[in-house]
């Protein structure tokens, strides 16, 4: 507009012709097109959401795609994200030597809560649940469940002894204790190496004890000062504040991943159906792999060249129009005309570039390379 008056301005001054410098004007403020800025960037979002789509994983936030290229390193909580949903217990004989009030505590303990430790412990309580005591249960994040009933107190915390993963106690007296195996979600150790490759440096950050987080970083690859064990929550995320947050993504599925979450520049949960982070993270993804990171860096990557192009097809298009305007070759009639043009010109320029983009993956794929799994959309709860 300040160039368009300015134009104006000039040749009144030296032709004084004011139709002459209205015509300038008006072809300026005519041909002038902000059309990256309003339809090619959302519509460049728009593609690569739905790309995600195609790969299991759903995006929350629009400012996920230009975290996604500024990352240095990736994060991973251990249970539950680099882990299968639920560990297996690998003693069911400590379940099935309780007396009754033991299970029904239990019972009550794990019921509804979150943690995948919970869930397998009241899974494999099975059997009708018996009807759950009229007391609050008490969580603290990182440490363990607990509460009071009829002068007792019940609990399940992590033993300092680290000899099992996880031990039920009444009054401070251990009543059982229980230990898990956890299986790797499917093609977390290829990703990992994808990930090395790219550059991003990897981390695993967990409450376990360190032998269970030690077998999980070795079939990982993962060297000793890539992988942490027995955190708090706290823990977690002053971890990631003192190294490059700013860099960083966070996959994480459980509430003591959630001050992880706010320190880190972006974050991605797993969807379980049972946890609440998904609706605070940047992105959720479904299944038991892991194997779309790399292809949502590679859309992400595809999204900053679309962006990237059409600002430059813009920024040049204005700067040649408007010049072309202030030097009186441009009409209005033809200044109408260009406009819709370049606009068209935009989205054909995403469009192009994305459709370039599955043709290479197409391409990768059929020389064999792996793809990520095609999931179903889903709608929102």
């Known amino acids: 507009m300040l160039a368009g008056v300015i134009g104006a301005i000039w040749w009144w ?36 959401a739905s790309r995600a789509e195609g790969h299991g994983v759903f995006v929350r936030t629009l400012g996920l795609w230009k975290k996604l290229t500024r990352l240095r390193q990736v994060v991973f909580d251990k249970t539950g994200t680099l882990t299968l949903e639920n560990p297996v217990l690998v003693n069911p004989e400590s379940l099935a030597a309780l007396d009754d009030t033991s299970r029904q505590a239990l019972r009550h303990l794990t019921s509804g809560n979150l943690h995948p430790v919970s869930r397998s412990l009241f899974d494999a309580l099975g059997g009708t649940p018996d009807r759950l005591l009229d007391v609050e249960v008490i969580e603290e994040a990182g440490h363990g469940l ?15 002894d680290q000899s099992a993963d996880a031990i039920f106690t009444r ?30 440096r990897v981390s695993i950050l967990s409450g376990d004890r360190e032998a269970k987080v030690s077998d999980i970083a070795a079939q990982l690859g993962l060297a000793r000062d890539q992988w942490h064990y027995s955190l708090t929550p706290d823990e977690k995320a002053a971890w990631i504040s003192s190294h490059d947050p700013q860099g960083t993504l966070y996959i994480g599925d459980g509430a003591n991943d959630s001050l992880a979450f706010d320190a880190a520049s972006c974050a991605g949960s797993p969807v379980t159906g049972r946890s609440f982070l998904e609706h605070k993270a940047d992105f959720y993804f479904l299944g038991h792999s892991m194997r779309f990171m790399s292809s949502l860096l590679d859309i992400a990557a595809t999204h900053r060249l679309a962006v990237s192009s059409v600002f430059a097809f813009s920024v040049t298009y204005n700067i040649v129009t408007a010049i072309m305007g202030l030097m009186g070759h441009l009409s209005p009639l033809l200044a109408a005309i260009l406009m819709p043009l370049s606009s068209v010109c935009t989205l054909s320029l995403v469009a192009l570039i994305f459709r370039g983009s599955a043709r290479t993956v197409q391409n990768s794929a059929s020389r064999g390379a792996p793809r990520a799994i095609q999931c179903a959309s889903i709608e929102p709860a």
């Open 146 to 160: 607990r509460f009071e009933h009829q002068g007792s107190t019940w609990a399940i915390s992590r033993p300092k």
């Open 171 to 200: 009054d401070g007296a251990e009543v059982a204790a229980f230990r898990f195996h956890d299986a790797l979600r499917g093609e977390s150790g290829d990703e990992v190496r994808a990930l090395a490759r790219r550059g991003l």
């Open 13 to 48: 001054q030296h032709t004084g012709e004011w139709t002459r410098a209205l015509q300038v004007m008006i072809s300026v403020f005519v041909v002038s097109c902000p059309c990256a800025l309003g339809v090619a960037a959302p519509l460049a979002d728009d593609i690569a």
